[in-house]
Each structure stands twice: as C-alpha cells, then as structure tokens.
C-alpha cells in the first residue's frame, strides 16, 4: 500500500516518463496508444505499491513519486524496468521508460504540492536520462551504495552540469539482466557551450522559464530587461541551460559588463564562440561565415550601455537565420523582431505590519497566520531560505521567524540581489534583526529616491545597508575597489584600493569581509583567488568613490598599477613563459582598457602609451589585432599625443606599423615604420635605429608586387641594419638583422643564401636563448630546405620548430609550421596526409585568432610556383585542397597519430598539447 500521509523532511524523488511518446501516439494513433499507456501505468503502479511508495503526481506518461528511504525509490524502479522489459508489447512498440531518483529536502505548499530546488534537481536527473535507464545524483546514489538489492550495481559516470549549471556527479543504476550501455547522458555538456558554471542553485521563476521558452519558440531575439538586480543574468543563464538541446551548434555566453565600447561587441562575440580575426573582413562577417547554416544561441549579457551594438545583433539575426539571441539590458534594445520580457521580482508575502486589519482579515488563514508551510510557497521566500542556509546550515523558516522572513523579502520588493545580501547577514544576526534594521534603512533610502521605481529602490537600499554595516575601513576599501573591470586579485587590489596603513585594515582582511557580506563575489583565475563585483553593487560602490571625493586619485592608482603589470609581463611575451605572461594579461584585458581609456582621458600619455607598448604582442597572439589598431591610430592623433617624449611616440609608431604588419597591410605599416625610424634617428639611438630599419624592411620584403629597384632599397635598409648592430656588438639586433635579410632572400625566391641567413640567426638565437626567436629561424630555414627540395633535412628543422613554438604556447605559430609539414607530405607524395594537415592549420588558425588569414595559402601558392626548384603540379594542389577543405578538425589526445598520421619521433608530451589546443579550439 502507498504511505497514507505525503512525508516531508529528507527524502527521495523519483521521476519517470515515456522516451519518444509523442512519437508512439503518432505512429500508433490514440486508439492504440491508450491501452498501452495504461498498462505501463499498472506495472509502474504495482512497483510503486510494492514499496511503499507516495505517487504524488501523474501527468501523461510520466510520475512523480516519494519514498522515505533511497533504498526503497532504488527497489521500486529496479522492480518496475524489470516489469516493462518483460512485458509482451506489441510487434514495433517498445516502451521505455526513463527514471531519476534525487535525495533532498522535501517540503509542501499550502496545496499540498512539494516544492524547493530538490524537487526540481531530482527532474533534472530524469530529464537526462536515455530510455531505460536510471539515474541517480551523488546523494541519491551515496545512501544507495550500502543497501542495493541483489542484481542491483552503481556505475559511476562522472561530473556532469544539469540543466541547473551546477557540476554533480551521477550514477547509473544498472540491473541484471536488462540494458547497461547507453549514449552519453543528456547533460549540458553534451552540446558545445560555455555557459559558466554557478556556484550556488537557481531558485523559482519556473513560470517565468516557461514563458521565456515558448517566447523563443516564436521570437529569434529575446530581450530580458529591468533594472540591476533583478536576477536578469541568472535567469537568462538558466532559459539558456533549459534550451540547449535545440542548439546542437552552440550555446555561447557573452559577458559584456566590463566592455564600454560597442565596437568591441562583435569582437567579444567572436571570442566567446573561438572565432579568430581575419584582416580582410569585419569581425561580423568573419562571426556570420562562421555560423552560416548552424543552429547557435548567443547570450549577450549587459547590453545597456552598449546601444550602438544593437544593430549589430540585428545584422547577425538578418543574416543568420538559424540563431538566436537572449540577451539581457536595463532596457529593450529596440531592433525589429525583438520580444521584450520585463523581468518582475520574485512572488512575495505581504508584510502583516503594512496592511490594515480589513486587509489582513481578507487574506487566506494560512497566509494570515503566516506559516512556515504557506511562505515557502513563495519564490523570495525560497531564495532567501537557500542563501541563508549556505551561511548558516540548517536555518529553516520556523514560527518564530516567518514574520520576520515575510517582511524582510516583502521590504525588498522580490529583488534577487537585494534578498541574496539580506540572507547573508543570517551568519550573524537573526531574522528579526535584519527585519529591523533593514526596514529603517530602506525608509531613509526612500525618502532620498523618490525618482527612482520601487525595485531600484529596494535594490539600493540593501546594498547602502550592507554598506552601512561595514567597519568605515572596509567602506574604504569597497569604494576603492570600483575602479576595476571585470574583476581583480589581491595584488592588485592592495595596490590600487592601499595597505593597511592606508585603509585601516589588512586588504586580504577587508576583502574577506566583502565576501563574508555578499558585496564582492570570490572565485579563481589562473590558479589565484579573484575578485569581482556585480554591476550594480559596483555602481554603488563608484557613486560612493566619488561622493568621498577619491575617484581621480585611485583611477591613477589603477592606471599606474596596470602600467606596471604591463611592463612587467612585457618581455615574457616572446620567451619560454608566453603562454603564463599572455593568459595573465587576456585575465586582465578589461583592466587594461579601462586604464588605458582613463590615461587618454586624462592626456596621461606615459600611461596610454606605455600600455600600448607594452601589450601590443599581446593583441597579437590573442587575436585582438583589429580592436587594436582602432585603439592605437585614436591615440597617435590627440593633441596630447605631439607632445609625448619622442621615445614613446617612436615605439607607439612601431606598434601601429607592427599590427598593421601582422593584419598583413604591408602599405599601411610602412608610414609608421618610417615615422619611427626618422624619430630615432633624430634621438640620435644608434640601437633603436638599427632595430627600426629592421621593422621597415619587412613592409618590403613581404610585398610580392615589389620591382627589383624597390628591392635594392630593402637590401639597403637591411644592411645598415646589420652593420649598425655589428658595430654595436648587439647580437640580437644582428640575429634579428640577419633574419630579416633572410626573409628579404627567401621571398625573392633565393634560397641559398635565404637559408645561410636563417642558419646564422638561429646559432645567435640559439646562444642567447631566445628560444621563440630560434623558433622562427627554424620555421624559415626548414622552409627554405623545403624550396630547395631538401626534403629530408627540412623535416627536423620543421619538427624541431614546432616543438618550441608548442612549448611556448604560441599556437598561430604553430599554424605555419603544420602548413610546412603539410608540404613536406604532399611533397613526399602522401596527399591526404598533406591534406590533413593543411585543414587542421586552418582550422587551428580560424580557431585561435592567429590572424594570419591569407598567409597560409599564399605560402602555397609561393611553393607551388613554376620556377620552384621542386613540388606540386596543378592537380596535386586542386586535390591538396579538396581534402583539406572537407576534412573535420580531429579530436582526441590520440588524433595527430592517428589522423595526421606523425610519426614516433614527435614527442608524446607535443602530441598531447597539440590535441589539446586543437580540442580547445573545436
């Protein structure tokens, strides 16, 4: 018999439903379908009988059932898949049934129904499950272990994200007998994503989820507006979660509240999803070649202050007709097609104190008595309980502080936020205590922010009573804290916000208390603690700055700060710990932005121009070569700008020239390459002279349109370069020299003395450690080799090559050398081999943002010419890119023996990173 009473507290759920259901009734028509369903609710009903189970709920093919014990939710589906695998369905049906068993907390409305974030989980776990199959969460499945049933057996299958984005580790249940291997469970991971994983459970705002998703079935562009802290990102993360299935291609999350520039969104976009730049197109049309013909959801979050960039949304969903968008901003975006949905707060009680005797006598008993049972039938009152317990273990709604609770979420309006900073004052008083002194300090908020909607000023009055409630020390460091962007560490934070004789606390103490108080979020980068602030509470917090009258003061603070960190990691850029040096700044490229905005503000030209110089390699590798030179080319023209020391100026015109060297504007880089060079050469710099004509010479050596008197010109420029650092005794200036007139050699098609050149280069590379340098000599010198037909001695100068610039981490360099590899095997006759790695350099070059684009296949074409002393013939090459052009990027750690077909003398530890980068860029 079925338990007589619903049991609460710590119990089981179970969920199941009819894989393909909707395909049965249609295949079989109802008729036929509706005996079938009852006898699959009879065996499922006897089993549930059998042990003393409660079935709480039966909507079409699927049951909700409760158990006082995961034993007995384990016994009942073991039971009931038996019976279903052993019933004689008829010819071509098959029934089955998909189940998932969860252990939590169980709670009932004031209608009887169960309710909180449990119930919710345990239908995740079901919902993930293939057709006969039984899933367990990790607390179902750790109080199961010890009491199965015989023929019963656990299989562990990992760390998964639900569709809550929430990591757990699930269990398969596995029964004699019946079916053991299914595909991959439905989990988020299952689709290319990069939704971000939250740390604590989404709460409520299920008739909000509902609605949202049939608004995407109709609307390509949803638009989730309202003011901050109403929970917009969150819910959007969740809509994105729940809907993900639909997007085989990608679900890819956006986060733009640190970027101020709507230029910068497509930029943003293309990052998001690992789409790298291509020079010779806008980053939108690179993004809509891309995502041509694929299904894809974008979620660009914090759009408000970036107006300008809804038309460029709107030409992506005018071009793209498979995506969509959420996206989330304080207010609608105003493009066509777009489906607004405000954002309302979570349902809350009314506060018993607020309304009169009339009104409170026209309220149900239960709300008018307040229990526990009826309060936590409200959203607020849940998110509030949730938080509350992650501080304080075990913190229920009880008799005695429903009031309080009913009040405190009814005060603040139903804002997530507002709640979220509410709960976490439970660590250290009560509910009637927060109740008290929060409803003064939301009274004193009013009377000043009559202007603003209710929401905002609940909003702000939680965050100016957290504040209030700070040691004036740790208000300090709040305040100072608001000048970051997109977040910070403890590092940094000491040296922007003080040290303790400058605040009055320990930073690492002040930054613990913001936590401890909801004001600042905690997580990891790079393997160090980081900071960040939600928008709103970071407004506040700048508002308060700049009350104190300290903004101007620690805005310096924060562009010297980031000078520093930018001339720190410098020269790292192009040694062993690249790949260490450029994670750290793209961590940090907000912070960067911002101090840079502020030093062009300000007419700071040792700040502005010492980041540009300093990052620019940066920009380089990471694909932010467009961004940049938009950045720069605004700088070179302030005002301020002509009165900067010459030796800025002269490196800014370098990195202009640079940049637009590697977006492959050879007549663009010149100008500034000379600018530079006339700039030293009135310094009188003998060292930088010979390094400036070495940049300008390479606007001419890679100009395949040049005559053979501009060439002289080159030979001209290059050989002052050489005797200038040969008089110096600069041999790396002359090792840079040296490659240069290799370079000048190897593209007049001269190979001989192209490859004495790269030789002497690489022994000086060699000897001075400049191992990425050395890279780059090799790369050029097996090439060289590879023109003279030398094929044998090419091939261990190519792998030599590819192995430094693996260990560097410098993938777009590595995108060149594959493409020579690929020559040598097309060379050697092995075409598909060839093929196979000329796709993968593409691809890795797409992926990465090498913004090489044009590069790879010129080389080729330079290779295949008539008057090359070796290689392929018109139809090799057709046949070279056919195969290349069709063949996917490989995966697996395994791939490049496999597929690529390397072979043993590639070190293993090369192979795997090499997979490795070319997963992560997949």
């Not at 299904?295 to 498979?322: G, I, S, Y």
């Not at 905005?597 to 700040?607: F, G, H, Q, S």
């Not at 091939?795 to 040598?824: I, K, Q, Y």
Request: proline share 6%; glycine share 8%; net charge negative.
């Amino acid at each position: 018999m079925a338990t007589p009473e619903r049991p609460t507290g710590q119990i089981a759920f179970l969920f199941t439903d009819i894989e393909g259901s909707t395909r049965l009734v249609d295949t079989l028509g109802t008729a036929a379908w509706r005996p079938l369903l009852e006898r699959h609710r009879a065996l499922v009903r006897a089993a549930i009988a059998g042990h003393g189970g409660f079935e709480q709920g039966t909507e079409g093919d699927s049951f909700f059932v409760v158990f006082t014990s995961v034993s007995d939710a384990v016994g009942m589906i073991a039971d009931a898949q038996r019976a279903l695998a052993a019933e004689p369905w008829p010819e071509g049906v098959a029934i089955r049934v998909r189940a998932g068993v969860h252990w939590g907390l169980g709670e009932l409305d004031a209608d009887g129904s169960y309710v909180g974030h449990d119930v919710h989980r345990a239908a995740r776990v079901a919902s993930a499950a293939h057709g006969g199959q039984v899933l367990l969460s990790e607390a179902a499945a750790d109080l199961a272990e010890p009491t199965l049933p015989d023929g019963v057996r656990l299989r562990s299958l990992g760390a998964h994200r639900l569709k809550d984005l929430q990591p757990e580790r699930i269990a398969q249940l596995l029964v004699d007998g019946l079916q053991e291997d299914f595909p991959p469970i439905r989990s988020l991971d299952a689709r290319p994503n990069n939704l971000p994983v939250q740390l604590t459970p989404f709460v409520g705002r299920e008739r909000e989820l509902d609605e949202l998703r049939l608004l995407l079935e109709a609307s390509r562009l949803v638009t989730l507006t309202g003011p901050g802290g109403t929970g917009k990102s969150r819910l959007a993360l969740q809509l994105a979660a729940s809907v993900a299935d639909r997007f085989p291609d990608g679900t890819w999350f956006v986060p733009l509240a640190a970027i101020s520039d709507p230029s910068l969104v497509p930029g943003a976009i293309a990052a998001a999803i690992g789409i790298g730049e291509d020079p010779s197109r806008s980053r939108l049309d690179v993004i809509a070649a891309e995502l041509e013909g694929r299904r894809t959801l974008l979620v660009l979050d914090n759009l408000e202050q970036l107006a300008p960039a809804a038309a460029d949304v709107a030409d992506l969903l005018r071009r793209l007709p498979k995506l969509q968008v959420i996206a989330t901003s304080r207010s609608p975006l105003h493009v066509n097609g777009e489906q607004e949905y405000p954002v309302p707060g979570l349902p809350s009680p009314v506060d018993l104190h607020d309304i009169s005797p009339f009104e409170r006598e026209r309220l149900p008993p239960e709300l008018r008595r307040q229990t526990p049972e009826a309060l936590m039938a409200f959203e607020a009152v849940r998110l509030f309980v949730a938080r509350a317990a992650a501080v304080r273990p075990g913190f229920v709604v009880t008799d005695g502080n429903a009031g309080d609770v009913a009040a405190i979420v009814a005060h603040l309006g139903g804002v997530p936020l507002a709640i979220e900073l509410a709960a976490a004052r439970v660590r250290f008083l009560t509910p009637a205590a927060i109740h008290e002194r929060l409803e003064g300090r939301l009274d004193v908020i009013g009377t000043g922010s009559a202007d603003l909607p209710e929401r905002q000023r609940s909003l702000r009055g939680a965050i100016a009573w957290s504040y209030d409630l700070l040691d004036p020390p740790v208000r300090r460091l709040f305040e100072r804290l608001s000048v970051f962007s997109g977040g910070f560490d403890l590092t940094s934070a000491e040296s922007v916000a003080g040290d303790v004789a400058d605040l009055g606390v320990d930073p690492l103490d002040g930054l613990a208390a913001l936590v401890d108080h909801s004001l600042l979020g905690s997580g990891e980068a790079g393997g160090e603690p980081r900071f960040t602030f939600l928008e709103p509470i970071r407004e506040f917090a700048a508002e308060r700055l700049a009350a104190a009258g300290e903004t101007d003061e620690i805005r310096r603070r924060h562009a010297a700060a980031y000078l520093a960190l930018a001339t720190a990691e410098s020269p790292r850029l192009s040694g062993d710990r690249q790949r260490a040096a450029l994670d750290r700044l793209e961590t940090e490229h907000a912070n960067l932005r911002a101090a840079i905005a502020w030093a062009d503000a300000t007419a700071d030209a040792e700040v502005a121009l010492g980041i540009v110089n300093a990052v620019w390699r940066f920009w380089q590798k990471r694909g932010h070569l467009t961004e940049a030179r938009a950045r720069v080319s605004e700088l070179v023209v302030r005002p301020w700008f002509a009165a900067a020391p010459a030796p800025l100026r002269a490196r800014t015109h370098e990195v202009l020239g640079g940049i637009a060297y590697w977006q492959g504007d050879f007549p663009g880089a010149r100008p500034h390459y000379e600018e530079a060079l006339a700039l030293w050469r009135a310094e009188g710099d003998r060292a930088e002279i010979a390094n400036a004509l070495y940049n300008l010479s390479f606007t001419f050596t890679l100009d395949t349109a040049l005559d053979e008197a501009e060439r002289g010109v080159a030979r001209e420029i290059i050989n002052e370069s050489l005797a200038l650092n040969r008089e110096l005794g600069n041999d790396r200036g002359l090792a840079d020299a040296l490659w240069g007139l290799g370079v000048l050699y190897y593209f007049a098609n001269d190979n001989e003395p192209a490859a004495d050149a790269f030789e002497q280069a690489r022994v000086l590379y060699h000897r001075l450690g400049e191992r990425t340098q050395e890279a780059w000599a090799l790369h050029q010198l097996g090439s060289a080799r590879l023109k003279l037909g030398q094929l044998e001695i090419a091939r261990p100068l190519l792998r030599e090559g590819l192995r430094l610039f693996e260990a560097a981490g410098d993938v777009s360099a590595m995108t060149l050398l594959l493409d020579d590899l690929a020559a040598v095997a097309a060379a050697e006759g092995d075409v598909p081999r060839g093929a196979r790695l000329q796709g993968l350099s593409i691809r890795l070059q797409a992926s990465t943002g090498a913004a090489l684009a044009g590069v790879v296949q010129w080389r080729f074409e330079e290779l295949t010419r008539p008057d090359a002393s070796r290689l392929l013939t018109a139809a090799d090459l057709e046949r070279f890119r056919a195969e290349g052009a069709t063949l996917p990027l490989p995966t697996g750690v395994r791939y490049a023996l496999d597929e690529i077909g390397w072979d043993a003398a590639c070190a293993e530890a090369q192979l795997d990173s090499a997979a490795t980068a070319a997963e992560g860029a997949a």
